[in-house]
């Protein structure tokens, strides 16, 4: 099963639509309630990023009979330093952002503790693809 | 115990998503920043925090808590009082610092 949204950048008000989307859609199938959690945590993290610094992006998902391999693309400014992004604390959340309770630095970290497999690819000026995939078993 | 026996034990206001009043609750999560919630908060949990906006209840939502409960006065937005009543996820108001209603709701729940 393949499914593909959209996420609009800078629109607070829609945020988190895609990975609430998801999450029906997983517990219609009678995924085991903590996979779910794993996916909806990731997920909705890597979409958030998209709204706050990428101007969104699109989203696939694709889930198997072993795996649900979801992919985020954006074509923001990309992250300079990865390692640096993947760090707890660090963010460059603008003061306002902050002010909602984002831009705690632990996007990218709590991507790496609730996903089975994490990779970010990103260009300066080009954009960013993040692989999120967690493991049904 | 549900939302509803816990306001009927401690002075909340419910100022949205009046559907989910039976939701149960087994715990409890405090805490500002999204991500932290978003980490270490469980189904089944009141998450008592100042954040009143709609990402608390895509928060909540998907993690599937069974409350939010706004302390320090602060008041829920209209786009969080709209998505809470769509969600059925209660948003509960109150005065009380976010340290007192954690002692209030632990009393009432551990009990």
């Given at each position: 099963?393949?499914?593909h949204?959209?996420?609009?950048?800078?629109?607070?008000?829609?945020?988190?639509?895609a990975?609430?989307s998801?999450?029906?859609?997983?517990?219609?199938?009678?995924?085991?309630?903590?996979?779910?959690?794993k996916?909806?945590?990731?997920?909705?993290?890597?979409?958030?990023n998209?709204?706050?610094?990428a101007?969104?992006?699109?989203?696939?998902?694709?889930?198997?009979?072993?795996?649900?391999?979801?992919?985020?693309?954006?074509t923001?400014?990309?992250?300079?330093?990865?390692e640096?992004?993947?760090?707890?604390?660090?963010?460059t959340?603008?003061?306002?952002?902050?002010?909602?309770?984002?831009?705690?630095?632990?996007?990218?970290?709590?991507?790496k503790?609730?996903?089975?497999?994490?990779n970010?690819?990103?260009?300066?000026?080009?954009?960013?693809?993040?692989?999120?995939?967690?493991?049904?078993? | 115990?549900?939302?509803?026996?816990?306001?009927?034990?401690?002075?909340?206001?419910?100022v949205?998503?009046?559907?989910?009043?039976?939701?149960?609750?087994e715990?409890?999560y405090?805490?500002?920043?999204?991500s932290?919630?978003?980490?270490?908060?469980?189904e089944k949990?009141?998450w008592?925090?100042?954040?009143?906006?709609?990402?608390?209840?895509?928060?909540?939502?998907?993690?599937?808590?069974?409350?939010?409960?706004?302390?320090?006065?602060?008041a829920?937005?209209s786009?969080?009082?709209?998505?809470?009543?769509?969600?059925?996820?209660?948003?509960?108001?109150?005065?009380?610092?976010?340290?007192?209603?954690?002692?209030?709701?632990?009393?009432?729940?551990?009990?």
């Amino acid at each position: 099963m393949k499914l593909h949204y959209q996420v609009d950048g800078d629109n607070f008000l829609v945020a988190g639509e895609a990975s609430a989307s998801l999450k029906r859609t997983l517990k219609q199938l009678g995924i085991d309630a903590s996979i779910i959690r794993k996916i909806s945590i990731s997920m909705y993290e890597a979409e958030m990023n998209m709204v706050i610094h990428a101007y969104g992006g699109v989203i696939d998902v694709e889930l198997s009979a072993d795996k649900v391999a979801i992919i985020l693309k954006d074509t923001g400014p990309g992250i300079p330093d990865i390692e640096l992004a993947m760090k707890e604390g660090y963010s460059t959340a603008t003061h306002e952002i902050r002010e909602l309770g984002f831009g705690a630095g632990m996007g990218l970290p709590n991507m790496k503790r609730y996903s089975d497999y994490l990779n970010v690819y990103s260009e300066v000026g080009v954009g960013t693809t993040v692989e999120i995939t967690v493991y049904l078993t | 115990m549900t939302i509803k026996e816990l306001i009927r034990s401690a002075e909340f206001e419910i100022v949205a998503g009046e559907k989910g009043m039976d939701n149960e609750v087994e715990g409890g999560y405090v805490g500002d920043l999204l991500s932290f919630v978003m980490a270490h908060a469980k189904e089944k949990d009141v998450w008592v925090t100042i954040q009143g906006h709609i990402n608390s209840v895509a928060v909540a939502s998907l993690l599937g808590l069974s409350a939010i409960i706004l302390s320090e006065g602060v008041a829920a937005d209209s786009e969080m009082i709209k998505k809470a009543d769509e969600e059925g996820i209660p948003i509960l108001r109150t005065k009380l610092s976010s340290f007192d209603v954690v002692c209030k709701v632990s009393g009432v729940i551990r009990t």
